[in-house]
């Protein structure tokens, strides 16, 4: 029996070592170390003064979200409402539109009467010589001497042509009086072109 008690003796120092450590050694590992101390890693130190790495890098990302957003869709500026997508209509063109030479270039005119008076010979060879271009080939073009005073004469009796020239050699005032005395006897529609020799 003594000798069996004593085996146990020798053993049991051996069992704790196999187990792993002491009990002391226990305590050393839970550490005693002073919370206040704050040493990161060390188990027990204080978590309150550990810099919050995680909560830093959360508040940066809803900064970062909160500017890209504001950046997505922009606040209206005051007293603007919103951009219309759609093309403005196109307005339509104020007045009568103005032909070119070319817009007529090539047309032969209709079949309309054409009476000019003249006060010059060169006028009278100048509105001959058109009048023989193959764009009025369908009109009744006559070229007479006399001015504004005997197309007034003329007319008095007899109806008035399509289309009436006249030159002057006139004024301003003298020829818009003489203009409403040829006005008396030209019939509705009739067009009157007036080649002047003042500008004014």
């Known amino acids: 029996m003594s000798e069996l008690a004593h085996e146990t003796d020798q053993l049991g120092p051996q069992a704790e070592e196999a187990a792993g450590q002491a009990p002391g050694a226990t305590e050393n590992h839970t550490g005693s170390a002073d919370p206040a101390a704050g040493v990161p890693g ?7 003064q550990m810099p919050d790495s995680n909560a830093s890098l959360l508040d940066d990302s ?5 500017h890209q957003d504001a950046s997505a869709n922009p606040a209206p500026v005051s007293g603007e409402g919103p951009v219309s997508q759609e093309p403005a209509a196109a307005s339509p063109a104020a007045g009568p539109q103005t032909l070119t030479a070319s817009d007529v270039s090539g047309r032969p005119l209709p079949r309309i009467n054409i ?3 003249c006060e010059e010979q060169n006028t009278v060879n100048i509105l001959q010589q058109a009048g023989q271009d193959r764009r009025l080939s369908k009109t009744h073009f ?8 005997a197309a007034v004469q003329y007319y008095g009796d007899a109806p008035t042509p399509n289309l009436i020239i006249i030159e002057s050699m006139q004024g301003r005032d003298a020829l818009l009086m ?7 006897v030209c019939d509705e529609g009739t067009k009157v072109i007036v080649v002047g020799h003042v500008n004014d």
């Not at 060390?42 to 309150?48: A, H, T, Y």
């Not at 809803?62 to 909160?66: A, G, K, N, S």
Request: glycine share 14%; aromatic share 6%; proline share 0%.
């Open 142 to 149: 006559n070229v007479q001497m006399g001015g504004l005073d």
């Open 115 to 117: 009476q000019a008076f």
């Open 178 to 184: 003489d203009m409403d005395r040829l006005a008396s």
């Open 62 to 66: 809803e900064h970062l979200y909160e």
């Open 42 to 48: 060390q188990i027990g130190g204080d978590e309150s």
